[in-house]
């Protein structure tokens, strides 16, 4: 069964790749907003090499991105 559905979504994928590809899907309908990201505090240490170890700070989770789209696959990121 979930080899039949990893199948099935990496079919979808493609098809999604290929319209983009043809401007027959615009990339702006492939966009997410995402209105409310949750925010959690980690440690420094966890994103880089900081001398403030211990240090916890604002930090959240980019959702799954098409990867496909390189550069453009976030459109923007702001408060």
Known sequence: MDQI??????????????????NIIPRKDLLLPVRCLELDC????????????????????????ILDFGVDAIEYAGP
Request: charged share 35%.
């Open 5 to 22: 559905e990893d199948a099935v979504i990496n079919e979808r994928l493609l098809i999604i790749k290929e319209y983009s590809l043809k």
């Open 42 to 65: 980690s440690s420094v240490e966890r994103c880089c090499n900081d001398p403030n170890e211990g240090e916890r700070v604002k930090h959240f989770e980019i959702p799954q991105l």
